[in-house]
């Protein structure tokens, strides 16, 4: 589904990702784990056209994406919500959630998706009319997600979702993403400092340490690994 | 009391057109964080335009017509040609880049349509409007001046407020890398973001000549005018760009009627201390809500 092949990121002399490689399958979630300044962050980034990489290849199914504009690799349904301030706060969180699709052509199909959103996000749908910057931390992370479902993406790129989420919404979240995934072949990339909950709800992950890959296992297999979870995952 | 009758009627026909340059300008500063100066140099140089297709018997509204088409387009091209190599460059080269196109056109114009003063026709009669025996103050071009401004900013809240168009003009100003990641095509809403701003100063540039006079820096005061009450409504407002230009024609109405027609632009420079020394957010700014 997701193919990352020798991707190496630069910015001036920093070397931020160094010839990093692995897959994501189709269906999926994958955690990618590490510290701060492991290259999480610009390793999705990267993916979603925002970074350009110095060498390397990211591909989507049979498709190269690595040189595509950020809104041209969203059109082809990779819909990536960005590390805390995601939403528009001056926007409405009826126009933010409308936005999240707006470039599909069933216009039916976006409202469905819409209405989805707030279907699953009950205090988005109290707030639609207020704008953005009148919800709190939590709510706004909700949005966001919600934003990027009603795209109704084929690949979901997480970056810290966790971030101002009380538990119990997040666990709700994983459990409707955990559900896509099953019903809709969604695929996930979940980046996550909080390794412990994220390889809970993942099937695969991938441990990057100062911009290299340093493990790529099944979660579990990964959870289990005392030795790793020391060294690079804090737990 | 007739006397303030008259300035405040003058003062609202005024007020309205320097509400459309300060609406030209907050359209522009809210998508690139961009004063552009060359704004009233490009809507003397449409009106320029209609004066030669009229002159070349074309009717007035065909004038009219081709005035904000090519404002539209001047716009567009602007921002494509111009402004798109120095976009990621420090604001102030652009702002120093619209300098730079405000000097070129007023030298262009000289050069393509003559240097003198001429006069330019209004669309209906100046004369003001009589109510049994009594004259107001207030003649049909003037109304449709009203009409006219009031129609566009209407039209540009119904752009904004109720289309997806709109909405995705909005969300490229506000955050132009989320909006990307939304798959929206920022490069061409910034396009399309210059040329509307340019088609609402191609309108304040038509509205204003018949009594201003037409020569190539005819609109220098009007620019002035209008960012003054662009500034008053707080640069990222577009309504309080409406009322701060609106105050703006209030306020300069009666310096000039009051005090003398001299101090009309020594009061801008003053309501614009006052204002930047008082609330240097404008008076109607969102930014203190946003920052939380």
Redesign the interface.
């Known amino acids: 589904m997701l193919e990352i092949d020798d991707l190496t990121v630069t910015y001036g002399p920093v070397v931020a990702l160094d010839q990093i490689s692995f897959h994501v399958p189709e269906g999926s979630i994958t955690a990618v784990l590490g510290a701060n300044g492991a290259g999480k962050t610009t390793l999705v980034r990267t993916i ?3 970074v350009r990489p110095r060498s390397g290849s990211i591909r989507l199914g049979q498709r190269d994406i690595t040189r595509l ?3 041209s690799i ?2 082809l349904g990779i ?2 919500v ?1 590390e805390g301030r ?6 409405t969180v009826e ?1 933010n959630l ?3 699709g ?2 599909r052509r069933d216009r039916a199909d976006r409202q469905a998706a819409v209405a989805e959103a707030y279907q699953l996000f009950r205090p988005l749908a109290e707030r639609r009319s207020f704008p953005a ?1 009148t919800l709190s931390g939590g709510e706004r992370q909700m949005l966001s997600i919600a ?1 990027a479902l009603a ?1 109704r993406p084929q690949l979901l790129l997480l970056d810290e979702p966790s971030l101002g989420l009380a538990s119990r919404v997040l666990t709700q979240i994983m459990a409707r993403l955990k559900q896509l995934v099953v019903e809709h072949k969604l695929t996930v990339v979940l980046i996550e400092q909080n390794a412990r909950s994220a390889l809970s709800v993942a099937d695969d992950a991938v441990v990057l340490s100062l911009g290299r890959v340093v493990a790529h296992d099944r979660a579990r297999r990964l959870a289990s690994e005392e030795g790793l979870r020391h060294a690079y995952l804090g737990f | 009391m007739q006397r303030f009758v008259v300035l405040t009627l003058n003062g609202l026909t005024e007020g309205s057109i320097y509400a459309a340059m300060a609406l030209a300008l907050v359209m522009i500063w809210r998508a690139t964080q961009v004063v552009n100066f060359a704004q009233g140099a490009m809507a003397m140089f449409t009106t320029y335009l209609a004066l030669f297709a009229l002159e070349r018997g074309a009717s007035y509204w065909l004038a009219f017509a081709i005035a904000l088409a090519c404002g539209l387009l001047l716009g567009a091209v602007v921002e494509r040609v111009l402004v798109r190599p120095v976009e990621s460059a420090p604001p102030l080269n652009v702002v120093i880049l619209t300098l730079g196109i405000l000097l070129v056109l007023e030298a262009l114009a000289p050069m393509l349509f003559g240097g003198q003063i001429r006069s330019f026709p209004a669309a209906f009669s100046i004369v003001g409007l009589r109510l049994g025996s009594l004259q107001i103050p207030l003649s049909p071009f003037d109304l449709f001046i009203l009409a006219s401004v009031l129609i566009m900013m209407g039209l540009l809240l119904l752009l904004f407020q109720r289309t ?1 168009l709109g ?2 003009m ?2 490229s100003a ?2 132009p ?10 490069s061409r809403m910034l396009t399309l973001g210059w040329a509307l701003a340019a088609l609402v100063g191609a309108l304040a540039g038509l509205l204003i000549a018949p009594s201003l006079l037409l020569y190539p820096t005819y609109m220098d005061q009007v620019l002035v005018f209008g960012f003054t009450g662009a500034i008053l409504g707080g640069l990222d407002s577009p309504p309080g760009a409406v009322i701060g230009g609106l105050a703006m024609g209030f306020s300069l109405s009666y310096v000039g009627g009051y005090l003398g027609s001299d101090l009309e632009t020594v009061g801008a420079l003053v309501i614009l201390i006052a204002v930047l020394m008082v609330r240097p957010r404008g008076l109607f700014t ?1 930014r203190a ?2 920052e ?1």
Request: no cysteine.
């Open positions: 979603s056209g925002l504009a950020p809104e969203a059109r819909a990536h960005p995601g939403v528009l706060a001056e926007l126009e409308r936005l999240g707006l470039w910057f934003r795209a | 997806d909405l995705r909005r969300a506000f955050n890398e989320v909006s990307r990641l939304l798959g929206i095509r920022v969102l809500q946003r939380v």
